[in-house]
Structure formats: structure tokens, C-alpha cells
Nanobody
């Protein structure tokens, strides 16, 4: 069964760091461009970062550029998001998915940044 399982969220003070992980049970994982998205209540899910199939290129939303770093481990079907200098506006549920995203999403992982 193909699925996406996110982990690593938590409560952190502004200026702190977190590292999110995504275990992607996708048969052809290394063929996919992978991405992180986030969503806050009452808002649409938004793009955060994407990484090429090889891991050589990452692209970021302007709001996280210079603070977040996306990476992947194709051998273990993992995607990571290193988040530094976290701000209260980063508070959201974070999801990983392919890009463009598959119809099925994981449960996400909650990130809460206190001021």
C-alpha cells in the first residue's frame, strides 16, 4: 500500500529549529519530485518546498527561503525538511507529497511556533 507518513513536528519557540521527516512508501520513489506543503485552519494548503528526483535541486516558497532546507534519501524513501529560525507564521500542519501532489495525503505533522 502506497502511503506517506510525516513526523517530527512539535512545539518550539520562535527562532528555534525542527527537522521533519516523511516516509514515502512509493514503489518508484526516486522517480518523483517530492515536496512539502503546509496548511493552517481556514486556509488552503500551500507549497513550502520541492526537491528534484535526484536531490540536486530544491525550490522554496519566498516565505521560507533561506531558513528551510529540503533533502531526500532515495535509498530509504525519505524526505526531510530542516526548518531553522522558525517564526509564529510557520505554525501549521506540514505534509509531504509528490509534486504535483497525489490525491492521497498523509496525516501531516503539527508544527507550533510560540512567540
Amino acid at each position: 500500500q502506497e502511503q506517506l507518513v510525516e513526523s517530527g513536528g512539535g512545539l518550539v519557540q520562535a527562532g528555534g529549529s525542527l527537522r521533519l521527516s516523511c516516509a514515502a512508501s512509493l514503489r518508484t520513489f526516486s522517480n518523483y519530485v517530492m515536496a512539502w506543503f503546509r496548511q493552517t485552519p481556514g486556509k488552503e494548503r500551500e507549497f513550502v518546498a520541492t526537491i528534484s528526483w535526484s536531490g540536486s535541486r530544491g525550490n522554496y516558497a519566498d516565505s521560507v527561503k533561506g531558513r528551510f532546507t529540503i533533502s531526500r534519501d532515495n535509498a530509504n524513501h525519505m524526505v526531510y525538511l530542516q526548518m531553522n529560525s522558525l517564526q509564529p507564521d510557520d505554525t501549521a500542519v506540514y505534509y509531504c507529497n509528490t509534486k504535483p501532489p497525489r490525491d492521497s495525503w498523509g496525516q501531516g505533522t503539527q508544527v507550533t511556533v510560540s512567540s
